[in-house]
Structure formats: C-alpha cells, structure tokens
C-alpha cells in the first residue's frame, strides 16, 4: 500500500513544525485558545525539542501538517526504565481512517524500544466524540480502568 503521507520527528533543526501541530491540537480538540493564544517562544519550543524527555511527531502531505502528536518520556525510579506517555494525538478529519494515528504511533514505538522504554500509554476522554480513539487505542493495546484526578497548583502567595 502507498501511502500519500509520511510521519517525520520535529527536532531542535525544526521547530517551525510546532506552531503548526499546535494548529491541528488546537482544531481538532476545538481549542484554539488554548493551544494558538500564549504558544511558547521559539527558544521554549528548542530547549523542549532538545530536552530528551519530550517527543513531537508529525505526518505530513505535501509538506503540510495533516496530524501529529506530542509525547513525553517518563523515566522509572524502581527499575532503569521508562514509560511514554501520549499527551496528545490528532488527524485532521479529512485525512482521517487512513491510517496516520496508528502509524504515529508506531513511529513512537519505534522511538520507545530505541530509547529503551517498556511501554507507551495514552488516557481517552469517555464522551461520544472520542470513540474512534477509544477503538484505535483499544486495537493497540490493553485498557485499564482507572481515576484521573486534577490537583490544582496555586502559587505560595496565593493562601489555600
């Protein structure tokens, strides 16, 4: 099968990329206060790209953004080991039921045995809106049940 498309890592060479999967992140989840409003500087966006902690993958077509996802590595204190964990992924809708989402993540995997990781996991929303990624993440890998909680952080002047 050719696919019309390729998945590409963004680098500290290429940060330009950022600004636009942030667009995709922004569109995709209806958001885009919160993804296009404050966008970090170029020189915040390098440093994370440089970190070795944070990974940022995008497909392309044609040069253009088309979905993409942002990942960070979680090294393990119990064992010399890490976790991936998929903050976000995105495909916008006309480029969907491609294939694109599973071979980001398989780009990622990829990146998590070089890396010497054990496993990626991703947390899904519950609503009707997110049942393709349930069924995506569902055909990748085992779902666990479990609580998310916000801890809200205030600033040590702000009394509790």
Known sequence: MEFHWRIRQITQENPGLMDALLKIFGEVFSDLEAYIRNRPCTDYIQQLLGSGYFIALVALKDEQVIGGLA??????????????????????????????????????????????????????????????????????????????????VRSRTTAP
């Open 71 to 152: 990942a960070y590595e979680l090294r393990k204190f119990e064992q010399e080991r890490s976790e991936i964990y998929i903050y976000d992924l995105a495909v916008l809708e006309a480029h969907r039921r491609q294939g694109i989402a599973t071979a980001l993540i398989q780009e990622l995997k990829n990146i998590a045995v070089d890396r010497g990781a054990y496993t990626i996991f991703v947390q899904a929303d519950t609503g009707p809106e997110d049942e393709a990624a349930i069924a995506l993440y569902s055909r990748l890998g085992s779902k666990e049940n479990v609580l998310h909680f916000d801890i809200p």
